[in-house]
């Protein structure tokens, strides 16, 4: 990912093995790169952890999490929306801001037996727009990764933007994705499907990468 985001021109700031406090923390701290951010047609956002479901929330385990001892060190994703929207980031009002979720949003595997099968110089901005948020699973899903070959959700997003990001707007590339990985072959219990969440996009964002 952190390869894919260079190439396509931009500047990559990676934080490992943080709790959910620190993810909280390094969004906000994110959210203030004023100068940055003005000079920046669009952001992306990449989180990657273990996750799940808590009261209906998408919630990011932080690096202490565990079920049993440390249940509240999470990240809900919601925050996301929450620290670079146009209030608590102005310098992004106006400009796509690209969420990528792979965690799990859930235990439920994705493969099931089916019987019976059916065939801008407004002063006025709105609180929250132009996001697209992007997620490695339905709700209340697991996510899958290979050990050697890391995410699924993460290296089809490679495959198809070095592929057709020169030439197709992000939502067609994202399409592209949920289509490969809808066919991906196999009777497998993790038959990933990714979803776009809390989508507010108002125009189409190209990349128009050299790769």
């Known amino acids: 990912m952190e390869w894919l985001l260079r ?13 959910g ?7 906000r701290n994110f959210s203030k790169l004023l100068p940055e951010h003005r000079d920046s047609d669009s952001t992306f956002v990449v989180i990657m952890s273990h996750g799940s479901r808590i009261n209906n929330r998408d919630a ?11 249940p509240k060190d999470v990240y809900f ?4 929306f929450s620290h670079l929207n146009s209030v608590n980031c102005p310098a992004l009002i106006h400009k796509p801001k690209v969420i990528l979720i792979q965690a799990c949003r859930g235990g439920h595997r994705g ?10 110089s407004d002063s ?12 490695s699973s339905l709700p209340d ?33 994202f399409t592209k994705v949920t289509s490969d990985m809808a066919s991906r072959p ?4 993790d038959k990933l499907l990714p979803c776009l969440e809390r989508t507010s996009l108002t125009k189409k964002l190209y990349l128009f990468p050299g790769l």
């Open 21 to 27: 406090e620190a993810i909280d923390r390094e969004v």
């Open 111 to 120: 493969g099931v037996e089916v019987h019976d099968q059916v065939p801008d």
């Open 77 to 80: 994703v919601d925050e996301t």
């Open 186 to 189: 196999g009777r497998t219990d």
């Open 141 to 173: 899903t697991a996510s899958y990764r290979n050990t050697k070959t890391g995410s699924h959700f993460i290296n089809y997003i490679v495959e198809v933007f070095c592929e057709l990001a020169h030439k197709h707007h992000i939502m067609e590339l």
């Open 124 to 135: 006025w901005v709105h609180r929250e727009k132009d996001f697209v948020c992007f997620m």
């Open 60 to 70: 990011i385990s932080g690096v202490h999490y565990h079920k049993k001892k440390n």
């Open 7 to 19: 190439a396509l021109g931009y500047s990559v700031v990676k934080r490992r093995n943080l709790s």
